[in-house]
């Protein structure tokens, strides 16, 4: 799903624009604080920007998908019930592709850790993407993510 302002491609000079021809997509939409990181981005993924993250067993960003299960913490393996489910940690901030035609191994890339969100230019797991908007915020919550959502007005 390419967001019109938001992938690698609208980053890269293609000529002179004429002045006022741009209207950028509103990617934000409250005051909430933004915070971004780095972290590595599994391998043998294509992620498009603004895709949903959670991390993997070995600690790498892969798509976020609900109900997935997530490592313990400390990394003990006598759990007692069942594991967690994955949380999403944050929001793809680049195009990664770390398949053999891309990076073609773990890459360190950029993620939004903290934002407010439209929630209509993220990029939903398969379950969510045809939810409500209050669906979607449920999720989000209930899975402890560190960002919110909010339509805009």
Known sequence: MAVEGYSNEDWIAQGPT?????????????????KTSAALYKTNQN??????????????????????????????TDQIGPAPTAKPVGV????????PAG???DTYGP??????????????PAALESASYEEKMAALEQAGAPFRIKRLL
């Open 103 to 105: 990076y073609n191994a």
């Open 18 to 34: 004429l002045e006022g021809s741009y209207s950028p997509t509103q990617l934000f939409t409250a005051e909430d604080e933004i």
């Open 47 to 76: 992620i498009a920007v603004l895709t949903i993250l959670a991390k993997d067993a070995t600690g790498d960003l892969v798509p976020w998908a609900p109900g997935a299960t997530q490592p313990v913490e400390d990394g003990a």
């Open 111 to 124: 993620y939004y850790v903290q934002a407010c969100f439209n929630p209509d230019l993220l990029v939903w």
């Open 92 to 99: 793809a901030a680049a195009d990664m592709d770390t398949r």
